[in-house]
């Protein structure tokens, strides 16, 4: 790969401020300093540096992060701060995209990744795979049985919409453990609606079989090792 190329691609500047930076002598490769821009390397095997700082390169980078309440699922928002403000520069220099995304006030465990067939993986409904959230509701829940046959719910664009069978795996009092397969907007607050449950507070804890790590304070994030990425692949 050109060395402008990469660089430009970790949004270092514009084709022009890195050519600028490396005519200048402040990029290094393996040690040497480089003067064309169109110097070849190779990102997985080659040392960069800018004014003596490496450049860290992922060939492939998937995070988990423990979303915190408040932060939106996009990459730049107006009014909100986004998920992706929370993550080191580092990371931000990737490009990342969400595999299944959070409400703004919703908490929990959110997939980033480069990897375009591990978000299909997750995101794509042929691949039916089961998120598990911890609900808070207003008032004590004696029975959520009316999820396992739920009636029809609005999608979030005012359509009627028939979600899938819940799994009930736990309710004590006000708290409720629940797995569903899709993710429509403000789907599991629709369900609970439906039965007249007010939800307050929603964490989503596991995809498929990968479960949050619980030591990851609220905005904080951590690479997968390919164990707990086939967690999210293999059935």
Not at 56 to 79: A, I, Q, W
Not at 155 to 181: C, F, L, S, W
């Amino acid at each position: 790969m050109r060395l402008d190329k990469f660089l430009s691609n970790l949004k270092y500047g514009t084709r022009k401020d890195i050519e600028k930076l490396i005519r200048a002598g402040y990029v290094e490769v393996n040690g040497e300093v480089v003067r064309k821009k169109q110097t070849t390397i190779d990102p997985s095997a080659d040392v960069v540096a800018i004014g003596g700082e490496e450049v860290l390169y992922f060939p492939s980078l998937t995070l988990m992060m423990n979303k915190r309440e408040g932060t939106v699922c996009t990459h730049s928002d107006t009014r909100h701060p986004t998920v992706f403000e929370d993550l080191d520069e580092v990371y931000q220099r990737h490009d990342l995209h969400i595999a299944g995304r959070l409400d703004k006030d919703a908490t929990g465990l959110l997939i980033l990744s480069t990897d375009g067939q591990l978000i299909h993986r997750i995101t794509s409904p042929r691949s039916n795979l089961y998120k598990t959230y911890h609900v808070k509701t207003k008032e004590p829940v004696e029975s959520l049985d009316g999820l396992e046959a739920p009636p029809p719910i609005e999608d979030g664009k005012g359509r009627r919409y028939q979600p899938a069978p819940a799994q009930i795996v736990d309710i004590e009092g006000r708290e409720a453990t629940v797995r569903i397969r899709e993710g429509k907007f403000h789907q599991l607050k629709r369900m609970f609606a439906s039965l007249g449950h007010e939800v307050v507070a929603l964490k989503r804890i596991a995809i498929h079989r990968l479960e949050l790590d619980e030591t990851l304070s609220p905005g904080q994030v951590r690479r997968l090792s390919e164990d707990e990425k086939d967690k999210l692949i293999k059935k």
